[in-house]
């Protein structure tokens, strides 16, 4: 039986509370609640809920070395 590749997840296992914030956000996005900060537009475009997430969870902000 062929295995399905595993697919590398963005969100290491070493952050779960990124990872829950994440979850929960994209599936505010898949149930089109999702919505843009002032406007209150809804989120139509995957990539745009994606950076909403990564904002949200604390991934986007630099990271110093």
């Known amino acids: 039986?062929?295995?399905a590749p595993k697919i590398p997840s963005k969100i290491s296992?070493?952050?779960p509370k990124?990872?829950?914030k994440v979850r929960k956000v994209m599936h505010e996005y898949k149930e089109?609640?999702?919505?843009?900060?002032r406007s209150g537009k809804k989120v139509k475009d995957r990539k745009q809920a994606i950076a909403i997430?990564?904002?949200e969870s604390g991934q986007s902000r630099n990271k110093k070395a």
């Open 32 to 37: 089109g609640k999702l919505k843009m900060g």
């Open 18 to 20: 990124a990872q829950k």
């Open 1 to 3: 039986l062929p295995v």
């Open 13 to 15: 296992s070493k952050f």
């Open 53 to 55: 997430a990564m904002s």
